[in-house]
């Protein structure tokens, strides 16, 4: 069945350090690759998608290459700013099970420091 | 972006009784909710699929007769845990698909359940 990995956190950063969440997956099929970000008190929100291999996303400086090769769809941002503290979380769709249910992995907590 | 809400944002209850969870989709219409549970430093797991106008989709290991989910309407789906216990308590998580417009899921805010 499906799987999603991702790095565990928390992860506790200084504004302006580089970012880097990995995230791996299983699947079957060719499958769509979220991550979906949680600010406290908020429901979860789309922050950027791949649809196929190769693809890259990217949303408010953050970016993630759907890498097909290593089954891996990293998240990264140059310069990470406080207001980016949140919950991140890496998520897959796979068109063998309707692409609106999502296989999410467990999350990573990020908080960055001024 | 197209919102969700869910209501109460948290409720503790007695061991035993019901609690009834709702979710709305406040600007667009939902022919099809989700609803996940989270635990403590655990993913999103899905529950089940709310299909308005016909029965829930569950997923393999949870108890339909124990939650019970409907979707009377394109706004609207409920999830009530039934003769709740301290096992219930978790963070329950709807979303629901604007599949009229781009198919995104959008999330409601989440609600945590407490069991005495």
């Known amino acids: 069945g499906n799987s999603v990995t991702q790095m565990e956190g928390p992860v506790t950063l200084s504004e302006e350090a580089f970012l880097t969440i990995n995230c791996t997956y299983t699947a079957t099929g060719y499958p769509s690759l979220f991550w979906y970000v949680q600010y406290p008190g908020e429901g979860l929100q789309l922050l950027l998608k791949a649809t196929k291999a190769d693809d890259k996303g990217s949303n408010k400086g953050f970016e993630a290459t759907y890498r097909k090769e290593t089954t891996s769809f990293h998240l990264e941002k140059g310069s990470v700013q406080v207001s980016d503290s949140a919950v991140y979380f890496c998520a897959l769709s796979s068109p063998n099970f309707g692409n609106e249910k999502l296989t999410f992995g467990t999350g990573t907590r990020l908080t960055i420091i001024p | 972006g197209a919102v969700v809400s869910q209501h109460p944002s948290w409720v503790i209850c007695k061991s035993g009784t019901s609690v009834k969870i709702e979710c709305r989709s406040l600007?667009?219409?939902?022919?099809?909710m989700f609803w996940y549970r989270q635990f403590p430093k655990q993913s999103l797991m899905l529950m089940a699929t709310?299909?308005?106008?016909?029965?829930?989709?569950?997923e393999q290991g949870v108890e339909k007769d124990k939650f019970l989910i409907n979707h009377a309407s394109l706004t609207l789906s409920t999830l009530t845990v039934t003769s709740a216990h301290p096992e219930d308590s978790s963070f329950y998580i709807c979303?629901?698909?604007?599949?009229?417009?781009?198919?995104?899921?959008?999330f409601g805010e989440g609600s945590r359940l407490t069991v005495l």
């Open positions: 979303s629901a698909g604007d599949s009229a417009n781009t198919g995104e899921l959008f």
């Open positions: 709310s299909n308005e106008g016909s029965k829930a989709t569950y």
């Open positions: 600007d667009f219409q939902a022919t099809t």
